[in-house]
C-alpha cells in the first residue's frame, strides 16, 4: 500500500535524481499488456531494455495522476 498526499503549496520541479517512485515487478511484459488493457497510458511505446543498469533492468514509465512519473521495472540480471 502505497499512500501519496498531495501538498497545497506543492510545485513542481525539473526532472532530477529523484523525480519519480520506481516499482520492482516479477514480469513486466504481463504487467504492461494487463495495463494497456486497461486503457493506461505510458510514456514511451516500449519496454527499454537496459543491460548496463543495475546488472540489467527492463523498465517502462507512464505518467500519473498530479503528473508524476511512474516506472516499473524488470531487473534481468538476477538468476
Known amino acids: 500500500l502505497l499512500e501519496l498526499i498531495h501538498k497545497s503549496d506543492y510545485k513542481p520541479r525539473p526532472a532530477g535524481?529523484?523525480?519519480?517512485?520506481?516499482?520492482?515487478?516479477?514480469?513486466?511484459?504481463?504487467?504492461?499488456?494487463?495495463?494497456?488493457?486497461?486503457?493506461?497510458?505510458?510514456?514511451?511505446?516500449?519496454?527499454?531494455?537496459?543491460?548496463n543498469l543495475l546488472g540489467g533492468v527492463r523498465n517502462i514509465f507512464l505518467e500519473g495522476p498530479g503528473g508524476i512519473r511512474f516506472e516499473f521495472f524488470e531487473y534481468t540480471g538476477r538468476e
Open 17 to 51: 535524481v529523484i523525480d519519480h517512485i520506481a516499482v520492482e515487478v516479477e514480469d513486466i511484459d504481463t504487467l504492461v499488456c494487463k495495463l494497456i488493457e486497461k486503457n493506461v497510458r505510458f510514456l514511451t511505446d516500449t519496454i527499454s531494455d537496459c543491460p
